[in-house]
């Protein structure tokens, strides 16, 4: 069980998880106010779920969805629009739409979204509920970072292959 104390000597950790996985800072700020929270039956694994969620920057798709659905879901997050301002780069995904496994199009996303520095990775809700891929795009040079820092706050990533 977790105590108060072990939750709060973490926020360092939370706080530098939740930059990488979204500079919004209201995402750290509904983690923090869970961490600060005196009852421990708050979660700030849901709270930054909910934030990146709220944010926009979470994509959800079901197992049996295509490559068609996650072009949808993952040009409307907003790193997306932030790497094309920054690098002056459209993300192509088109090669994407026609792909019918998802599996296969999220291999074709992310060799595509490594051209303009960008990975995606899947969030473990936590719930046993396999057929949903919390989907979030990163900076593929923070990817080691934020799996090291998901696994030390006792979490997981979705295997994406």
């Known amino acids: 069980m977790t105590t108060s104390s072990e939750r709060t000597d973490r926020t360092d950790d939370w706080e530098r998880l939740c930059s990488l996985?979204?500079?919004?800072?209201?995402?750290?700020?509904?983690?923090?106010?869970?961490?600060?929270a005196s009852s421990l039956d708050t979660d700030p694994w849901a709270?930054?779920?909910?934030?990146?969620?709220?944010s926009g920057a979470i994509a959800c798709?079901?197992?049996?969805?295509?490559?068609d659905l996650l072009v949808d879901a993952v040009t409307a997050l907003p790193r997306i629009a932030r790497a094309e301002l920054a690098t002056?780069?459209?993300v192509d995904l088109r090669a994407v739409v026609d792909v019918d496994d998802l599996t296969a199009a999220i291999a074709a996303a992310r060799d595509v979204?490594?051209?303009?520095g960008l990975?995606?990775?899947?969030?473990?809700?936590?719930?046993g509920d396999e057929e949903?891929?919390?989907?979030?795009?990163?900076?593929?040079?923070?990817?080691?970072e934020i799996t090291a820092l998901v696994g030390s706050l006792g979490r997981r990533l979705l295997p994406l292959a």
């Open 132 to 144: 949903c891929l919390p989907l979030v795009a990163v900076a593929r040079d923070d990817v080691a």
């Open 113 to 116: 979204l490594a051209a303009v």
């Open 88 to 90: 002056g780069r459209d």
């Open 119 to 127: 990975d995606l990775l899947a969030l473990d809700e936590g719930d």
């Open 21 to 36: 996985l979204e500079p919004d800072p209201e995402v750290w700020r509904s983690v923090q106010r869970t961490l600060d």
């Open 47 to 54: 709270a930054l779920l909910d934030a990146l969620d709220e």
């Open 61 to 67: 798709l079901d197992t049996g969805d295509t490559g």
